[in-house]
């Protein structure tokens, strides 16, 4: 099983910053078959990158994500006050298995 | 608009049964895989199972690999899991979410229900 370690596990910004998000897999994804979401307290995880680079429908573009093999990154690149929340990063290469998650806080 | 609406959820022993639901609409059901994901009290996602359209793939986690079965009746847009010999780890949010892949699982989710919670407890 491909196992995701997610760092830092909590990212103390003000908003405008940028956030740089880092998601490391235990062995390559395939296709770079990796997806991120995020989830704010209460709420259903919401898709916002899928093949490690591609924006779901209706996600602004200060949401970017990269990588292949084994290391990815979500970039936000000004943080609006909306943007505080959990970011999951998933692999579909191979099972399902998601990382432990990224808390972005409000400094 | 697309909606997943969960049901079944609640109280349950240790070592019973139960049986989650998830009514879909907005979209063509039979045209793509489902799955549902958990998610314990105050932790992390974690992919349970998912088939696909025409049931003709299903996969499980290896925690409930045994215990939970996953089916789909496309002519009532419903999603289903049947869940036995459920222990106090199974306790979570269970959300049903709609696959994007052709084949599938694995898969990534463009849409979630809200979720029905089960709990594992005597």
């Known amino acids: 099983e491909i196992v995701l370690t997610q760092s830092p596990g909590t990212l103390s910004l003000s908003p405008g910053e940028r956030a740089t998000l880092s998601c490391r897999a235990s062995q390559s994804v395939s296709s770079s078959y990796l997806a991120w979401y995020q989830q704010k307290p209460g709420q259903a995880p919401r898709l916002l990158i899928y093949?490690?680079?591609s924006r779901a429908t209706g996600i602004p573009d200060r949401f970017s994500g990269s990588g292949s093999g084994t290391d990815f990154t979500l970039t936000i690149s000004r943080l609006e006050p909306e943007d505080f929340a959990v970011y999951y990063c998933?692999?579909?290469?191979?099972?399902?298995?998601f990382g432990q998650g990224t808390k972005v806080e409000i400094k | 608009e697309v909606q997943l609406v969960e049901s079944g959820g609640g109280l349950v022993q240790p070592g019973r049964s139960l049986r989650l639901s998830c009514a879909a609409s907005?979209?063509?059901?039979?045209?793509?895989?489902m799955h549902w994901v958990r998610q314990a009290p105050g932790k992390g996602l974690e992919w349970v199972s998912g088939?696909?359209?025409?049931?003709?793939?299903?996969g499980y986690a290896d925690s409930v690999k045994g215990r939970f079965t996953i089916s789909r009746d496309n002519a009532k847009n419903s999603l289903y899991l049947q869940m036995n010999s459920l222990r106090a780890e199974d306790t979570a949010l269970y959300y049903c979410?709609?696959?994007?892949?052709?084949?599938?699982?694995?898969?990534?989710?463009?849409?979630w229900g809200q979720g029905t919670l089960v709990t594992v407890s005597s």
């Open positions: 093949g490690a680079s």
């Open positions: 907005g979209f063509t059901f039979d045209d793509y895989a």
């Open positions: 088939i696909s359209w025409n049931s003709g793939s299903i």
């Open positions: 998933q692999q579909y290469g191979s099972s399902g298995t």
């Open positions: 979410a709609k696959g994007v892949m052709v084949v599938s699982p694995p898969d990534y989710f463009d849409y």
